[in-house]
């Protein structure tokens, strides 16, 4: 049924205004704009106003009145509801910015109140015909959604039941075989091995290789403490490290009195650079190409091969989920040999 009602909304000088909206239908129908006032004794005339139009069976005729401030575009409130965004990681912010970008051209210079269910339909069929995946589809959909939540669209047309997803078969993971990650040791620059061989032994996510400190090393029971930033859990937790790694890492290290705690670990590498040489290296090596994260599904997998329990795989490689980490990281691998860290690194 046909309804009327006020909204407030406050001003960038930080006053007041006063909005009036309404519907000639249900929740189905769009909603109008009826006037936006400074003081709310003007809304309510105006509110009573559309009423009793509406209890006529009149469709109110607001054309004729003042100019009426139009809504933002979609561009525009997109950057309105990035500023607004203060509570996210640079990374997060990085995600937005990127599924905003895949958005924009389609519904960038459309006003907020003028888009419809159809419309993101559109835009989930455009981006599957110009070959997107899935996963970006739904992270695109999803901000869209965010961005007029922000504008409080209700109701939001990107949260439309009608509003489909591209069908895709989810791709299985391959870890890498122990020979493929022999291989790709070989070919990467000096300063990546170490960093490589920690990954595959720890199963730590690649932003360790960024955020370990000096400090974070246990030189006396050779382990290293991995912040809560870089684990699921947002706890901290500690890798014992193997005997032949710990032998290498210390000696990339300074005496004790010199060391800086603050200093990054793995100081000549990076979480980038690794993953790019790592891509580099197979594509010369001719060998399917895996990332740094592939060596965390390796490490589970052999974990789980090894009868340990789900439980402390969790507490190992700081994953807060255990069903998450039973189907999602657990896999039937083509290779379960473990590396010869010692010969590797004697080469």
């Known amino acids: 049924m046909a309804s009327v009602w006020i909204t407030t909304r406050t001003t960038a000088a930080g006053g007041k205004r006063y909005r009036v909206e309404y519907r000639l239908g249900g929740r189905e129908s769009r909603i109008r704009y009826g006037g936006s006032f400074t003081t709310l004794r003007l809304a309510k005339i105006r509110k009573a ?171 006396s029971r050779r382990r290293v403490r991995l912040r809560a930033a870089t684990t699921k859990t947002r706890r901290a937790l500690w890798v014992e490290l193997h005997p032949v790694l710990a032998d290498a890492l210390e000696a990339t290290l300074p005496h004790r009195r010199f060391r800086d705690p603050d200093a990054r670990l793995f100081a000549d590498s990076g979480a980038d650079a690794l993953r790019t040489a790592i891509a580099k290296a197979c594509k010369a090596e001719g060998i399917p190409l895996f990332s740094p994260h592939d060596l965390r599904h390796r490490r589970i997998s052999l974990l789980h091969l090894r009868g340990m329990p789900w439980a402390r795989i969790g507490e190992l490689v700081g994953q807060r989920n255990l069903a998450v980490t039973a189907n999602t990281y657990s896999h039937v691998l083509i290779d379960e040999t473990e590396l010869d860290y010692a010969r590797l690194l004697a080469e």
């Open 49 to 219: 106003y559309l009423v009793g139009e509406l209890a006529a069976l009149r469709v109110p005729e607001l054309e004729a009145l003042a100019e009426q401030p139009s809504a933002p575009t979609f561009a525009e409130a997109a950057k309105r509801w990035q500023a607004s965004r203060v509570d996210v990681a640079d990374a997060t912010a990085v995600q937005h910015r990127t599924a905003l970008n895949r958005a924009l051209p389609l519904l960038g210079a459309r006003r907020v109140t003028e888009i419809t269910s159809q419309d993101v339909a559109g835009l989930v069929a455009a981006l599957h015909a110009a070959g997107k995946a899935r996963g970006s589809i739904r992270k695109t959909r999803t901000v869209v959604a965010m961005v007029l939540d922000h504008e409080r669209i209700v109701p939001n047309p990107a949260r439309d039941a009608s509003v489909k997803l591209p069908r895709e078969e989810p791709e299985e993971v391959q870890p890498p075989s122990a020979a493929d990650v022999e291989t790709v040791f070989r070919r990467l620059p000096t300063i990546h091995r170490l960093p490589l061989l920690f990954l595959d032994w720890s199963g730590a996510r690649v932003a360790a290789i960024d955020l370990t400190k000096v400090g974070d090393y246990d030189e």
